[in-house]
């Protein structure tokens, strides 16, 4: 059943993205992403490569943030050493 | 030839492989001594308020990020690439993305903590990155390339 309603919701998606464009999850549920205002952003430095996207509404009312954080590197070597034989 | 004094680097692959007990911790069974499964890890996000670091030892709920769609813990970490070694490191990293799909955390968090679920919650690792928020959408951790010096668990 819960598979059935996921297909469901599934077409939904596809429905109103072939008639209305695409369509993205706000805190309203699925709505046209022409609707709100887009914004993205993102910055990179040793340790992370992150992008993020905004949709807001017209009265500037957060309805959708999504970010990728592009984890670079391990921030510290875990070391290992073998103490001497005296 | 001179000897050198090192510990061998075949020794860190199997020590992330699990190959080598030193003492007699009480573990978790892994169904079979000979032909063991790989523990479960999972994955929780901490507020920027928080104190993640080097001197956690297991899994708490204290300061983990909540919110719709959130569920505390966390989530599964995929399954880690077989442990291997390059030049004198050992290294592995997750095979793929951790992905919290569809949540809204409106407290910025800045860390996520790695434990082994199978073994007690027993902490991993902690890492940080820019303070977020996620608003009816989906935060993606992308894995760093699983090479030696920016796998995600390096023994050097």
């Given at each position: 059943?819960?598979?059935?309603?996921?297909?469901?919701?599934?077409?939904?998606i596809?429905?109103r993205?072939?008639?209305?464009?695409?369509q993205?999850?706000?805190?309203?549920?699925v709505?046209?992403?022409?609707?709100?205002?887009?914004?993205?952003?993102?910055?990179?430095?040793?340790?992370?490569?992150?992008?993020?996207?905004?949709?807001?509404?017209?009265?500037?009312?957060?309805?959708?943030?999504?970010?990728?954080?592009?984890?670079?590197?391990?921030?510290?070597?875990?070391?290992?050493?073998?103490?001497?034989?005296? | 030839?001179?000897?050198?004094?090192?510990?061998?680097?075949?020794?860190?692959?199997?020590?992330?492989?699990?190959?080598?007990?030193?003492?007699?911790?009480?573990?978790?069974?892994?169904?079979?001594?000979?032909?063991?499964?790989?523990?479960?890890?999972?994955?929780?996000?901490?507020?920027?308020?928080?104190?993640?670091?080097?001197?956690?030892?297991?899994?708490?709920?204290?300061?983990?990020?909540?919110?719709?769609?959130?569920?505390?813990?966390?989530?599964?970490?995929?399954?880690?690439?077989?442990?291997?070694?390059?030049?004198?490191?050992?290294?592995?990293?997750?095979?793929?993305?951790?992905?919290?799909?569809?949540?809204?955390?409106?407290?910025?968090?800045?860390?996520?903590?790695?434990?082994?679920?199978?073994?007690?919650?027993?902490?991993?690792?902690?890492?940080?990155?820019?303070?977020?928020?996620?608003?009816?959408?989906?935060?993606?951790?992308?894995?760093?390339?699983?090479?030696?010096?920016?796998?995600?668990?390096?023994?050097?």
């Amino acid at each position: 059943m819960t598979k059935f309603r996921a297909f469901i919701q599934r077409m939904k998606i596809k429905f109103r993205t072939f008639f209305h464009g695409p369509q993205i999850t706000t805190i309203y549920g699925v709505r046209t992403e022409s609707d709100f205002s887009k914004e993205v952003g993102g910055f990179e430095n040793d340790n992370e490569k992150t992008s993020w996207v905004e949709y807001r509404d017209f009265d500037g009312t957060l309805v959708h943030r999504s970010a990728n954080v592009q984890l670079k590197k391990w921030p510290e070597q875990i070391g290992a050493s073998v103490g001497a034989i005296r | 030839m001179a000897n050198t004094q090192a510990i061998s680097t075949s020794f860190k692959g199997e020590l992330l492989n699990g190959f080598h007990q030193f003492g007699s911790p009480t573990i978790v069974s892994r169904t079979s001594l000979t032909a063991p499964t790989a523990d479960s890890f999972k994955a929780a996000l901490y507020l920027a308020s928080g104190s993640q670091g080097a001197a956690i030892t297991a899994y708490a709920a204290t300061n983990e990020v909540s919110g719709t769609g959130y569920s505390a813990g966390g989530i599964a970490v995929p399954a880690w690439v077989a442990p291997s070694t390059s030049g004198t490191t050992g290294f592995t990293t997750p095979g793929g993305s951790l992905v919290y799909t569809t949540v809204t955390l409106t407290t910025a968090f800045d860390a996520v903590t790695i434990y082994n679920s199978t073994q007690g919650n027993k902490a991993v690792s902690t890492h940080t990155f820019g303070s977020q928020t996620i608003t009816a959408g989906t935060l993606t951790l992308t894995m760093p390339t699983n090479a030696a010096g920016t796998a995600l668990l390096n023994l050097a």
